[in-house]
């Protein structure tokens, strides 16, 4: 088992940056890739980015390609997604999740950070 533990949401303008912190802990060898999600109010779940645990390849979805960096810690069992030029349309509930090696879903999820930029 995996719990995640997120950080590091607030409220920004138009423009700003926010870091967002992931810390992971529990049966973290298990650990394949892991992942940024965000929801917004009626909207449907979606990746944000998400990275290769022990290799470091990344994935970025278009709406944030080139704005959004995500990295990890494996020493400290940490993810981060820098987000600098932070838009109104990036406003929504942000999610760590994992997935482990030999299972195709996302299966640990962290609580969720708010995320809301003014414009």
């Known amino acids: 088992q995996v719990q995640l533990v997120e950080s590091g949401g607030g409220l920004v303008q138009a423009g700003g940056s926010l870091r967002l912190s992931c810390a992971a802990s529990g049966r973290t060898s298990n650990i394949f890739r892991m992942g940024w999600f965000r929801q917004a109010p009626g909207k449907e779940r979606e990746v944000v980015a998400s990275i290769i645990w022990r290799g470091g390849s990344t994935y970025y979805a278009d709406s944030v390609q080139g704005r959004f960096t995500i990295s990890r810690d494996n020493a400290k069992n940490t993810v981060i997604l820098q987000m600098n030029s932070l838009k109104p349309e990036d406003t929504a509930v942000y999610y760590c999740?994992?997935?482990?090696?030999?299972?195709?879903?996302?299966?640990?999820w962290g609580q969720g950070t708010q995320v809301t930029v003014s414009s």
């Open positions: 999740a994992a997935k482990v090696g030999a299972y195709l879903e996302y299966e640990y």
